[in-house]
């Protein structure tokens, strides 16, 4: 019994590809291949961007520093993120893309509706 404790207390819990820790947004790329030419959008509107994000690399960006397309900065004190994606390209070319899932809160949650 003992055994079974101890080893569910060493076990490592995945590392989602987008996390969100209060104003910082944390990419992890934990895959082996390199992501190139890598655009960030928070709420379709505002936008960051890198030239890559490597394999088993990681990227922070503060929400702040995210743009909108007549340089309108995302505000974290004011504003709510309801979504967020990641495209890139990867070595071969071909288009990649994530986008986090977020857990349905306030009274859409007690209902059950989706976001």
Same mark, same amino acid.
């Given at each position: 019994?003992?055994?079974?404790?101890?080893?569910?207390?060493?076990?490592?819990?995945?590392?989602?590809?987008?996390?969100?820790?209060?104003?910082?947004?944390?990419?992890?790329?934990?895959?082996?291949?390199?992501?190139?030419?890598?655009?960030?959008?928070?709420?379709?509107?505002?936008?960051?961007? +890198?030239?890559?994000? $490597?394999? =088993?690399?990681?990227?922070?960006?503060?929400?702040?520093?995210? *743009?909108? #397309?007549?340089?309108?900065?995302?505000?974290?004190?004011?504003?709510?993120?309801?979504?967020?994606?990641? +495209?890139?390209?990867? $070595?071969? =070319?071909?288009?990649?893309?994530?986008?986090?899932?977020?857990? *349905?809160? #306030?009274?859409?949650?007690?209902?059950?509706?989706?976001?």
């Amino acid at each position: 019994m003992l055994a079974a404790v101890t080893t569910a207390g060493c076990r490592k819990l995945p590392v989602e590809p987008l996390s969100l820790e209060r104003n910082m947004l944390t990419v992890t790329n934990q895959s082996s291949r390199d992501w190139r030419s890598v655009e960030i959008w928070l709420n379709t509107y505002y936008r960051v961007t +890198t030239s890559s994000v $490597p394999a =088993g690399g990681r990227l922070q960006a503060p929400l702040d520093t995210f *743009v909108a #397309g007549f340089g309108q900065r995302f505000d974290f004190h004011r504003m709510q993120v309801t979504d967020l994606r990641l +495209t890139a390209k990867l $070595p071969d =070319g071909t288009p990649f893309e994530l986008k986090k899932a977020f857990e *349905v809160g #306030g009274l859409a949650g007690v209902l059950g509706r989706k976001p």
